[in-house]
């Protein structure tokens, strides 16, 4: 996924990461149920607020002479402050709004860390004239990747095969809320060894055609809204033990808003891990190659066909070798989707 690192409070850079991820052995109930989805492969621009402000960096204030009051406090990178003394913080904005007002005197700073909600007391360093409290803060991510699928019965729609992580820290962003926006490929940067290539694209002044619900480990998940596909296109889901070795397909979009499917080869199925890794994959189609280099940034997501199957997501690539990366299960994704997956409210 490629995001455009415009301004370090507002928007992060989402890419694609050099990660495995695993199969767990165990087979959810949507699995025995012959789910039908339809595979997707289009790019879609993405929003996404927090629900708060997340820390992404400490610093130390007057001109680098003193330490960071923020890191004084115990806050850490990752933390989400949702409430600067009595006041509830949703945005930068707001936050930067309630510090303007601050006189010295020690603050309570509300925040949320791996689930759980702490108190804490930051004293400003006044010295400079104006309050600092050596804090990097972001309230949003804006950037473009690819949807894995479309369920017509539920309406919901699946994408990336990661989650949307702060970049700096590498903590998955907190979803305050969110929309997808159909994207157009606008141009390519070719990948080489050392240098992954991207996807540049383009969905300024359109209508949202979705939302975001769930930003998780493997994908974000939401209700598509408008523009939706034909459900005669559906495929039925793959089991992770259906998964083997040998040729498939990906549906990718890498110029303007056509979608083409390409040959890769599955080399590696991981099987059994705890931490829920998957698959590994070779690029074998020479248009692709030619064009892309491979894998690339903004690729994220795009759907994996094996013996008329959905069986998983691109997620990945080896930075050293762009015609070559990883994959999720289209299992592990609808897992992560939860209720969503079974036409629930989630």
Not at 100 to 117: F, N, Q, Y
Not at 149 to 160: I, V
Not at 220 to 245: C, H, R
Not at 313 to 338: C, Q, R, W, Y
Request: proline share 4%.
């Amino acid at each position: 996924m490629n995001y455009k690192n415009k301004n370090k409070y507002r928007n992060a850079i989402i890419s694609v990461a050099l990660t495995i991820c695993i199969f767990s052995q165990s087979i959810p109930a949507f699995a025995a149920q012959e789910k039908m989805l339809v595979p997707m492969g289009c790019t879609v621009g993405i929003q996404m607020f927090t629900d708060g402000v997340m820390v992404v960096g400490l610093s130390a204030t007057q001109n680098g002479q003193a330490p960071s009051p923020a890191a004084i406090a115990g806050i850490l990178p990752g933390d989400l402050i949702t409430a600067l003394g009595t006041t509830k913080i949703g945005s930068a904005d707001e936050f930067k709004a309630e510090m303007s007002k601050l006189t010295g005197d020690p603050i309570s700073v509300t925040i949320r860390r791996k689930g759980e909600t702490l108190q804490l007391t930051i004293e400003p360093n006044m010295k400079s004239g104006v309050a600092e409290l050596g804090i990097w803060l972001r309230d949003n991510v804006s950037g473009i990747g690819t949807m894995t699928f479309y369920d017509p019965q539920t309406k919901m729609y699946g994408g990336l095969g990661h989650g949307i992580n702060d970049f700096e820290s590498g903590v998955i962003m907190p979803l305050g809320k969110g929309d997808i926006f159909r994207s157009t490929v606008v141009e390519i940067k070719k990948g080489c060894s050392g240098a992954p290539g991207e996807l540049c694209g383009d969905f300024s002044g359109k209508s949202a055609c979705g939302n975001i619900l769930k930003n998780t480990r493997y994908g974000i998940f939401g209700v598509l809204y408008s523009e939706q596909p034909d459900a005669g296109k559906a495929l039925p889901v793959a089991s992770g033990d259906e998964i083997e070795l040998g040729k498939a397909t990906v549906i990718a979009n890498i110029e303007g808003m056509e979608n083409n499917e390409y040959e890769i080869e599955i080399t590696r199925v991981y099987r059994g891990n705890a931490d829920g890794r998957c698959l590994m994959i070779s690029v074998k189609d020479k248009r692709l190659l030619e064009k892309t280099g491979g894998i690339v940034q903004g690729m994220s997501g795009s759907p994996i066909i094996q013996n008329g199957k959905l069986i998983g997501a691109v997620t990945h690539v080896m930075v050293n070798d762009p015609t070559k990366g990883f994959g999720v299960s289209i299992e592990k994704m609808l897992d992560e989707a939860g209720d969503m997956a079974l036409g629930k409210a989630a």
